[in-house]
């Protein structure tokens, strides 16, 4: 079963930062955060990942709560391309690799 | 980045023919390869665990004698769907998850092909 709670759908406005939560309140202390997205009909693509600390990379910023029962996906400057359903995923390194999708959040960037 | 490609991107056939997907690692070699199928409006469905020179590990309640996996190299594994029935269309996607001592943490290690389509008549 998927481990996270996210909101069905969301809009945003181009060029705003999209703002994605995730709830993992049953997270275990191995456990990392992943996000990753899927434009229609197409593969997921890997977004970002982390264990507590916030992460930033070139597509986007990730903060973990510190009590990390929740987290939040940060697209600073969205663009239409950025649409996409976004899926957070915990899973410990332990797992074999296997990433449990959940129903994720479906982003709509409006210009 | 690393790359994984699946063969082929859509495909349609006759009912109670079979039907071979491929998928391969082009740039890094893995042991394991996951396979999932998507239908419409829906998730991702984790079908099978694909480990290279063993059997495949399938996901409750996927009939493994339906959908043959097979792993035979570190770059390549097939999905074969066997007798397909018009409610086998869906949109099948593999993962490929790069080997240990490759640097993998950096990226989240598991790397998604594109996806093949798949419509039976």
């Known amino acids: 079963d998927a481990k996270t709670t996210q909101p069905p759908s969301m809009d945003c406005a181009e060029g705003r930062a999209a703002n994605l939560p995730c709830n993992h309140s049953t997270i275990s202390g191995n456990e990392y955060v992943y996000w990753y997205r899927q434009i229609h009909s197409q593969g997921p693509q890997y977004i970002i990942h982390?264990?507590?600390n916030n992460e930033t990379n070139e597509m986007a910023s990730l903060i973990i709560t510190e009590d990390r029962k929740s987290s939040t996906l940060i697209l600073p400057h969205a663009t239409l391309r950025d649409t996409a359903v976004y899926y957070c995923i915990v899973r410990g390194n332990n797992q074999g690799g296997k990433l449990i999708f959940g129903q994720g959040t479906e982003l709509s960037v409006k210009p | 980045g690393a790359v994984v490609s699946q063969h082929p991107s859509w495909v349609i056939c006759k009912s109670g023919t079979s039907v071979k997907i491929e998928c391969r690692s082009l740039d890094f070699q893995a042991t394991t390869m996951f396979w999932y199928r998507q239908f419409p409006k829906q998730s991702l469905m984790l079908m099978a665990t694909?480990?290279?020179?063993?059997?495949?590990?399938?996901e409750q309640g996927v009939e493994k004698d339906k959908f043959l996996i097979n792993h035979a190299s570190l770059t390549l594994s097939t999905l074969t769907v066997t007798s397909a029935h018009p409610e086998d269309s869906s949109f099948y996607i593999c993962?490929?998850?790069?080997?240990?001592?490759?640097?993998?943490?950096?990226?989240?290690?598991?790397?998604f092909g594109e996806g093949s389509r798949l419509t039976v008549l």
């Open positions: 982390g264990l507590k």
């Open positions: 694909s480990n290279e020179g063993s059997k495949a590990t399938y």
């Open positions: 993962s490929a998850r790069r080997t240990s001592g490759q640097g993998y943490f950096s990226t989240g290690e598991l790397f």
